[in-house]
DNA sequence: CCAGCTGCCATTTTT
DNA sequence: TGGCAGCTGG
């Protein structure tokens, strides 16, 4: 039987072969760092409908985020290019959440209830769980709403609706939270709102209250995929184990020893599980990276051997050994980001594509050297995942008319705009409409056209009315258009009829441009889509947008956004104990925090192909403090063999880095400033802040600075904190000074 | 109503 | 140190 080779099988190796052409029943690829796991997870794909075993509709497969869907989609119709023909190919590619979405959806239509329900983004939910807090009375100092947020969010990931916390759990902060629960959920019910949570478990409940729908479903996915298998959470191992049940068919592709979002829920325990929880389950290992050379490679399985909770692989490299990992001593961040940059000259000297070079932070903090390096040495960077672009101010308004337009009993979105621009509808107004919906039972939107007498108890002025009704107007006026016009040109009516645009046009801030540049891409977004529905589930989903072309750029992320990509060479600054791993990591989560850190550094190892470069400094200034750093224990862990140490060219210690002294004080005894010297200091309460007042430095005394105010500031400032500005724009923090007198 | 001040905070972040 | 939300005084 020697058929010839499917063009999928064309440049497998052996055990990628084995992968694709293992028989039905669950299965697991445990797939390593640079290994091709996306290849053989769409080559199994592919021969499943080569083979005739599924149809592509038949085939359900889901990804974490909507990039590596597409991705997924793509690959698989690039090997489907020559047959099928026609028909929608793996119909169901998609993320977790809207796959849920597209389930729940499809039910509440066939059964006529409301599909249209709204999907609250991160900072609706914020917000909501920010203002029950506010009104069940708990002081936002001693449950800061992130944390109920975050904690709410936590027992969703494990599909634990309010009355199925442990009763443990129920006590903790005074039981307050679990109440806190109860009644956002009650909230969403009436804003007829979800959030990314409840599209799983409500899909589960919808699961377990109508079988026959499960059954349903369980009877059209003949075939499960599941890509990055590490990061699911325990709502979303019951949604596949749910669908999985009858057909077993269920191929999970993943790398425990990639598990870096333990800190949302993640679970590593599913993949560690996976024999157990799927009995008759074949594991199969993927284990020679096709990426990085040997010491890069050697260097990140040493690392990751040190971590318990693993299934344990060893990656092997088919490259040769290649380059040594170099590593990068510095005396603290700036000198860091200095050294990191030349670095990155000296293989742009030797043709290294800037596009082929990235550095790696743990996090954001440590990113702003780097930018001030890059702009003074005129290097073109990128950052990866920083500010999204449906994050932003403007874009969420125009989100927020359109999300009103298509559900007029969107609350939240009312009040985001109704007074955006401005139209004279402040606080107050909305306050009094909000009492007059609520007595009437009424939208916010609805309640604007309601009878003078209804509104008028509530408090508003009749100015107040008209202009609420106009309001409503030209929404109505929206939304009578929405189904006849293209979204494109509905979105750009609603940005110039409301005055939107114009508010930014006459906005004289530097930023004014870009916001209206951001308008202008959101448009060309809303191209790409023929419905107004569509878009917005869209938006809830994505919050992502492609594009942004241009030169060649040094790429700057955290390793977190790293995740999945590679370069040819890879810097990662920061390995000190307490950046790297982090020190927050540890003292919460102990040895579980520790190993999701090694893991961290294992994911940013990998992602090297032929040069990797790790950073360390000596000291470094954290929240304005400088601090002595040690080498991180990730460093130790790197088997000598692999490492170069990059020599130095001023010994440690030469120079003098930490806060230089302000001006410097005797030994000892106080000292009376000279006259001139004194009349060189203004003093403010912060750097960012304006100075407030000018001063003379009478008296120093070790570190202990007496100022003649001219005009005194508060004594409540002075304990805060100050800045001294020497007259040539250098400014000196002084946090740590005491400062006395007046 | 908004600019400017003050207090508070400081890992990672997708959907 | 620096970013941000919330408050307040002009």
């Known amino acids: 039987m020697t058929a010839p080779a499917a063009p999928y099988l064309e440049g497998l190796n052996p055990e990628q072969k084995i992968c694709v052409e293992a028989p039905d029943g669950p299965l697991l690829i445990l797939a390593g760092a640079g290994t091709g796991k996306t290849r053989t997870l769409t080559a199994r794909i592919a021969h499943l409908l080569a083979t005739g075993r599924a ?44 796959m849920g979405a597209r389930i ?28 029950l807090l506010k009104s069940a009375n708990i002081d936002p100092a001693r449950m800061p709403p992130a944390l109920a947020h975050h904690l709410i969010e936590r027992w969703k990931d494990r599909a634990l609706a309010p009355d199925q916390i442990p009763s443990e759990e129920k006590q903790a902060h005074d039981g307050r939270i679990i109440k806190i629960y109860r009644a956002y959920q009650d909230q969403l019910k009436n804003l007829n709102a979800m959030d990314f949570g409840d599209l799983l478990m409500e899909c589960l409940r919808l699961f377990r209250d109508a079988p026959e729908i499960l059954e349903q479903y369980q009877n059209r996915f003949s075939h499960i995929f599941v890509d990055e298998y590490q990061d699911t959470n325990v709502a979303q191992y019951l949604w596949l184990r749910l669908l999985a049940a009858r057909e077993k068919n269920l191929c999970c592709v993943g790398d425990d020893d990639q598990s870096i979002y333990g800190w949302r829920g993640a679970e590593l325990g599913n993949i ?29 399985s040493a690392v990751i051997s040190h971590n318990g909770s693993r299934l344990g692989k060893t990656l092997r490299a088919q490259e040769g050994d290649g380059d040594k990992i170099r590593l990068i001593r510095a005396h603290d961040g700036k000198d860091e980001a200095q050294r990191v940059c ?8 030797k043709r290294v594509s800037l596009d082929e070079i990235a550095i790696l932070v743990r996090s954001t903090a440590q990113m702003r050297s780097f930018e001030e390096e890059f702009l003074d040495l005129a290097l073109p960077y990128r950052i990866i995942g920083g500010a999204r672009f449906y994050e932003r101010a403007e874009i969420r308004d125009i989100i927020a008319y359109l999300r009103l337009i298509a559900q007029p009993d969107d609350d939240l979105a009312f009040r985001r705009i109704v007074n955006v621009p401005k139209r004279g509808l402040g606080a107050k107004s909305v306050l009094c409409l909000t009492q007059a919906a609520r007595d009437e039972g009424a939208s916010l939107l609805d309640a604007c056209s309601l009878h003078e007498d209804s509104l008028k108890p509530s408090g508003l002025k009749s100015a107040a009315i008209r202009k609420l009704r106009d309001f409503a107007a030209m929404i109505k006026r929206f939304a009578d258009h929405k189904d006849a016009l293209p979204l494109e040109t509905l979105a750009e009516k609603v940005m110039d009829e409301s005055g939107y645009r114009r508010m930014w046009a006459e906005t004289k801030t530097p930023d004014a441009e870009t916001r209206l540049d951001n308008l202008a891409e959101m448009l060309r977004a809303c191209g790409e889509f023929d419905s107004l529905e569509g878009y917005l589930e869209h938006v809830a989903l994505v919050m992502e947008i492609e594009a942004e072309a241009g030169g060649e750029r040094v790429s700057l992320m955290t390793l977190h956004a790293a995740k999945g990509l590679e370069f040819d060479a890879v810097f990662l600054p920061g390995w000190e104990e307490g950046l790297m791993p982090h020190i ?15 893991r961290l550094a294992h994911v940013g190892m990998t992602r090297a192909r032929r040069n990797l470069y790790v950073g360390c400094a000596d000291m470094r200034l954290i929240h304005g403090f400088w601090q002595d750093c040690l080498p991180s224990r990730f460093i130790a862990e790197i088997p000598q063999e692999h490492v170069e140490i990059l020599p130095i060219a001023q010994p440690f210690g030469a120079e003098p880095v930490a806060s230089a002294p302000l001006f410097s004080p005797s030994e000892g005894g106080a000292e009376e400033a000279s006259e001139e010297e004194s009349s060189l200091f203004s003093v403010g309460a912060r750097a960012h802040h304006k100075i407030f007042g000018a ?10 600075v007496t100022v003649r105010f001219d005009d005194p500031p508060s004594e409540k400032t002075i304990m805060a904190g100050f800045l001294i500005r020497l007259p040539d724009g250098d400014s000196q923090g002084s946090s740590n000074f005491v400062m006395t007198g007046k």
């Open 55 to 98: 149809r592509g509709s038949q085939i359900l497969a889901v990804t974490f985020t909507n990039k590596a869907a597409k991705e997924l989609r793509a690959r698989a119709e690039n090997y489907a290019g020559g047959g099928g023909g026609g028909g929608v190919f793996l119909s169901w590619a998609g993320t977790f959440h809207s």
């Open 104 to 131: 729940l959806r499809h039910h509440a239509e066939l059964v006529g209830r409301r599909s249209n329900f709204t999907i609250l983004d991160a900072s609706d939910q914020q917000r909501l769980v920010k203002d």
């Open 272 to 300: 560690l599980r996976f024999e157990k929880d799927f009995p008759g389950a074949t594991i199969i290992r993927l284990e020679r990276n096709y990426r990085s050379t040997g010491h890069i490679l050697g260097g990140a």
């Open 342 to 349: 030349r670095e990155i000259l000296t293989l742009r000297e």
């Open 584 to 598: 927050r990591a540890l003292t919460q989560d102990g040895l579980r925090g520790l190993e999701e850190e090694r």
């Open 695 to 704: 001063g003379t430095v009478s008296r120093v005394e070790g570190k202990k």
